[in-house]
């Protein structure tokens, strides 16, 4: 009788334990940091992009799932969306927002909140966006990464003049929401006069102006393409391509997904490398560090990535100078 009474006691003390155990989990589980990944981009795009923020958390000691969470939000291109994801990485009480995405998402971030620190990966000069009062000494609640990708629109304009030198018309594909647009277009009009090349430029920020861009080029008889740095164009990398080889226009892009989709060529910063300098200072914020102290590092990391099976399709043979400069070419 006594062994069975302390069999039965084992047994409830046992399932006990058992029940305990999820609430123990739980209870480790809530007391990691929890990072919001904030992105006006769409997740099936953006592998790339997490698997280098991972990498910069593990380079500052971190590990998902082991000693820190991540809770994502995107935005898919809409921009409009921000303001409520934001609420929701605020209500579970975020220790730091990662932004990127587009320059928007660190702007509406900033806005949002003034206690919860801010890493961003930015495309313009982050304190010409008012992000950080200066590079070296951030002074707020923000820092993070600036990559000058609208800056860098005279340079790409440039390199598709070498590529397609006696095209007579240019295009030029915008997203007049970016709050880059009047840098981008600056640089713009000041390279396509230094060049001597006649531009059009046409809007685009949905996909049914994308096409309509699109058919409006062609018309025009463009013979070569700008597609200006933003975030949802990277997003729309595909349906840009696409749309390119249809009309068998030549076109530069600001990423080397662009040319790894298909795409004629690009040049940039190496857009996977920033997220790695975020997650780097992400890991530094949740050890104590304040944004105040972390001075925004500029990606120095650019690459020029050409894909020859779509210069040959499109009949355009890269001049040797060009493929000397390549850091990547595609065969």
């Given at each position: ?10 047994l409830?003390m ?9 609430l123990?989990l739980r209870a ?12 006006g ?6 592998e ?5 923020f ?15 969470h ?6 898919e ?20 927002i990662a932004?990127?995405?587009g320059q ?17 990966v930015s ?8 992000l ?5 000494r951030?002074?707020g609640?923000?820092t ?5 990708l609208?800056?860098?629109e005279?340079?790409?304009l440039?390199?598709?003049h ?7 018309i240019?295009?030029v ?8 647009i009047?840098?981008?277009?600056r ?11 006649q ?10 102006e994308?096409d ?13 393409l700008?597609?200006?740095?933003n975030a ?7 349906q ?16 080397r ?9 690009s ?15 992400t890991?530094k914020?949740?050890k104590?560090?304040k944004?105040?102290?972390l001075?925004?590092?500029?990606s120095t ?11 040959k399709a499109?009949?355009?043979?890269i001049?040797?100078?060009v493929l ?8």
């Amino acid at each position: 009788m006594s062994s069975f009474v302390g069999r039965r006691k084992f047994l409830v003390m046992l399932g006990g334990a058992a029940a305990a155990w999820p609430l123990a989990l739980r209870a480790q589980q809530a007391a990691m940091p929890v990072i919001g990944f904030l992105s006006g981009r769409s997740p099936g795009e953006s592998e790339s992009v997490e698997a280098a923020f991972r990498q910069g958390l593990k380079e500052s000691g971190y590990a998902e799932g082991q000693n820190v969470h991540i809770a994502f939000r995107w935005a898919e291109g809409r921009y409009d969306r921000l303001p409520a994801l934001l609420a929701s990485l605020v209500d579970i009480r975020v220790a730091v927002i990662a932004a990127a995405g587009g320059q928007a998402v660190p702007l509406a971030a900033k806005a949002a909140t003034s206690t919860i620190p801010i890493v961003f990966v930015s495309g313009e000069d982050p304190v010409k966006l008012g992000l950080v009062a200066s590079l070296n000494r951030p002074g707020g609640s923000a820092t993070g990464v600036s990559m000058f990708l609208s800056e860098m629109e005279a340079k790409r304009l440039a390199l598709l003049h070498e590529l397609v030198p006696t095209g007579t018309i240019t295009g030029v594909i915008v997203n007049p929401s970016s709050p880059s647009i009047d840098t981008q277009l600056r640089e713009i009009n000041s390279a396509a006069r230094a060049l001597g090349r006649q531009i059009q430029i046409v809007n685009a920020t949905n996909e049914r102006e994308l096409d309509a861009a699109f058919v409006s080029l062609a018309q025009s008889k463009v013979g070569a393409l700008l597609i200006a740095s933003n975030a949802y164009f990277t997003s729309r990398r595909d349906q840009i391509v696409a749309l390119a080889a249809q009309r068998a226009i030549p076109a530069i892009y600001d990423q080397r997904e662009f040319p790894m989709a298909g795409g004629l060529v690009s040049y940039g910063t190496n857009l996977s490398d920033s997220y790695r300098l975020m997650g780097v200072y992400t890991g530094k914020v949740l050890k104590g560090e304040k944004p105040t102290d972390l001075p925004v590092q500029q990606s120095t990391k650019f690459e020029l990535v050409i894909n020859l099976k779509t210069a040959k399709a499109l009949g355009l043979d890269i001049p040797a100078t060009v493929l000397a400069r390549a850091d990547e070419v595609i065969e």
